[in-house]
T-cell receptor
Framework: AQTVTQSQPEMSVQEAETVTLSCTYD???????LFWYKQPPSRQMILVIR??????QNATENRFSVNFQKAAKSFSLKISDSQLGDAAMYFC????????????FGAGTRLTVKP | DTEVTQTPKHLVMGMTNKKSLKCEQH?????MYWYKQKAKKPPELMFV???????INESVPSRFSPECPNSSLLNLHLHALQPEDSALYLC??????????????FGEGSWLTVV
């Protein structure tokens, strides 16, 4: 079974600076999808970014970008120009195209943004 | 703005009560989900409906009873709950259930406290 590991329970960053959140996963599948979700104190899970494993190009959404290393099974999230509103719990998630509805979440990283 | 809406946002119920959580999505999605999330933990999948039919039940106790009246609505009926069932219940939807690449969109959640 696939597993997702986020080794940083907590991270902090100064406002306007850059921070990278780590995620690794274990799978024997060659095709899959990876996601980063953000969960602020309001508790809604918000999609930040997604990556298809068959795409070599790293996904980017405004200030958010990923470093996808398929061979290393690594999927880190970089947040540039951090803002106070970025403070949240961030979950990395893996979804298999073969196992119906099987989406695995990591344990989460709590990001604090200091003014 | 979320397009998955959940009501109520907060619910306190006794162990002998019967209550329901409601969810509605306005994106034309054909798959809907219930997740349970305990504090400081990632969401755990409970149920999946695909084309209004229950496709996955992750061995959830029968005191939780899902219902999908139509493609836009999803209910979770609650009866004889235990205090350990207190959690955030997240509703979500995706275009289709399988395929992996269908992004799952979450509602804001319903906070449930069982007393």
């Amino acid at each position: 079974a696939q597993t997702v590991t986020q080794s940083q329970p907590e991270m902090s960053v100064q406002e306007a600076e850059t921070v990278t959140l780590s995620c690794t996963y274990d799978t024997s599948e060659s095709d899959y999808y990876l996601f980063w979700y953000k969960q602020p104190p309001s508790r809604q899970m918000i999609l930040v970014i997604r990556q298809e494993a068959y795409k070599q190009q790293n996904a980017t959404e405004n200030r958010f970008s990923v470093n996808f290393q398929k061979a290393a099974k690594s999927f880190s999230l970089k947040i540039s120009d951090s803002q106070l509103g970025d403070a949240a719990m961030y979950f990395c998630a893996y979804r298999s195209p073969y196992n119906n509805n099987d989406m695995r979440f990591g344990a989460g990283t709590r990001l604090t943004v200091k003014p | 703005d979320t397009e998955v809406t959940q009501t109520p946002k907060h619910l306190v119920m006794g162990m002998t009560n019967k209550k329901s959580l409601k969810c509605e999505q306005h994106m034309g999605h054909r798959a809907m989900y219930w997740y349970k999330q305990k504090a400081k933990k990632p969401p755990e999948l409970m149920f999946v409906y695909s084309y209004e039919k229950l496709s996955i039940n992750e061995s959830v106790p029968s005191r939780f009873s899902p219902e999908c009246p139509n493609s836009s609505l999803l209910n979770l009926h609650l009866h004889a709950l235990q205090p350990e069932d207190s959690a955030l219940y997240l509703c979500a939807s995706s275009q289709m259930a399988g395929g992996g690449g269908n992004t799952i969109y979450f509602g804001e959640g319903s906070w449930l406290t069982v007393v």
